[in-house]
Each structure stands twice: as C-alpha cells, then as structure tokens.
C-alpha cells in the first residue's frame, strides 16, 4: 500500500468518527430542542457516515494490484465510487426538502435557545474536518476524497443556516417559528447544488477528460532530464485513482538507430516512475527527429 492510499484511509476512518459522534449529538439536540433543522442536520450527518464508508471501500478497492482482467489496475473504482455518494446526498437532500415543507405547513413550537450554542460548536468542527480533509485530498489526489471533504464543508453551511433559521425563530417570536424550517429547505437546495459540484469532476475523470494539465508540464519538464530526449511532441495523461497513466511521444535524433530509440524510451520510463510518485505507468512513443520540427 502506498503512503498516498495510507494518508487517504486514515483520513476517511477521521470523517466516519466524526461523523457519527454530530449525527448522534445533533439527533438529540434537534429532538430535545424542538428544532428540525437540526434534526435534517443530523440526517445528512447520518448520510455522510454511510458515504464515508463508501469512500473507505473505494480506497481499499482501489489498491489492489494490476491483474490480467484490471491491467490498468482497479483505480477506476474512485469515481464510481463518488457517483454513489453523489446519490446518497440526493437522497439526503429530498428527505430534507419534502420534511421541511411538511413542517412549514404545520404549526409548532419554536426552537429552544440553547440549541444555537450546540450548533455553533458543530460548525466550527465541521469547517475544521473539511480543512484536514480538502488538504489530505489534493495531497493524495484522491477523488473520493475530495467528495468526502465537501460532505463536511456541505454540512457545515447547513448547520450555518440551521443556527440562521433558529436565531430568527427564537428572537422574531410567535410567527417566525417555521423559519427553522425554512433554514433546512433551503440547506436542501445547497445539497442538490454541492451534489453536482461533486459529481462533475467525477464524471470527467470517467470519460478521461483532459484535466491534467499541470501533471503533463510536470512529466515534460521531467523528460527533459534524460539524455537523448530533445522534446516532446504530445504528453496525454489519464487519471485513475489517485495514480496517472501517461501516453508520451518523444522526439529524438532522427539518426539514432532503433535500439538507441528504444532505450532511450527505457531510461526515460525508468526516470519519470522515479521521479514522479503519482505516475503508475507510461506508454512512450518515439518520434524522429526532422527538419520539420527543429
């Protein structure tokens, strides 16, 4: 297992702790408080439990070793992966919306106060979870990660206008008391709206989408080390899991024979899996150098 895959799992057993200790305290505040939105909080703390343990099984899925039937490894399973925790935030968010709207059509009691100072803590540690978690993803490369890291900033704004919805009920008084509510439909449409934000760069990963830029200036700059390499005409690069396969075409001296092509495109491989820790492969192609490309 690499240090990357290591990093990743730690991280996610980080967020399903987390989670499930708000989930219970938030279910018991928003019960005991009278309030649904934190209840509808708790709900997609909940959600995010069973996402995360999604992430987990990715993550785990994702090491394995290349084999005859994966020979580009089983990485792909990252943003399948996030397609399912897409789905559950959908799922979260519907339950919430057709909730809210219930309890907006039926009067009740407001909000207790004390329920803002639980709220207030959970926002700070949920914003907290998401720093520690967004840094951990962009370090791994890791997709999964990333969807994981925006279930916390995504419940840490819903709490934010769960805290916004009760300081209303709770200091309007009698006439506001659905404004709690109001606070959980609305943290419903951000959900929808985060969702897609998700799934996007998910989905692009999937259709191998070039979204690499910044790792094929990196697998140039590193070519450009290697003795015999003059430079490089095409550099595509795919992303799968958190490791990337590289089609590279190198021009060399049109003069070289074709064993000193061929190991130029070995030491060149050899230099580039060295250097490039997030590289599982590549695929080199040689092309000569002529009078055209000089």
Known sequence: MSSNQKIAIRTVYFSIIGNSCLALCKGIGGILGNSYALIADAIESTTDIFSSLLVLFGLKYAKRPADENHPYGHGKIEPLITFG???????????????????????????????????????????????????????????????????????????????IGIAIAVLMGKGYESADDWAALLASIFILYNSYQILRPALGEIMDEHLHEDFCNEVIQASEEVNGVIGIEKCLARKTGMTYLVDLHVIVDGNASVFEGHEIAHQLKDHLLSVLPNLSDALIHIEPNFERIK
């Open 85 to 163: 925790v897409v789905a559950i935030l959908i799922t979260s968010a519907t339950i919430i919306a057709y909730q809210s709207i219930e309890n907006i059509r039926t009067p009740h009691d407001a909000p207790e106060v004390w329920t803002l100072l639980l709220l207030g803590v959970i926002i700070l540690w949920k914003e907290l979870s998401y720093r520690v978690v967004i840094q951990k993803s962009k370090q791994t490369k890791s997709t999964s990660l990333t969807a994981d890291a925006w279930h916390h900033r995504s419940d840490a704004i819903t709490s934010l206008l769960a805290f």
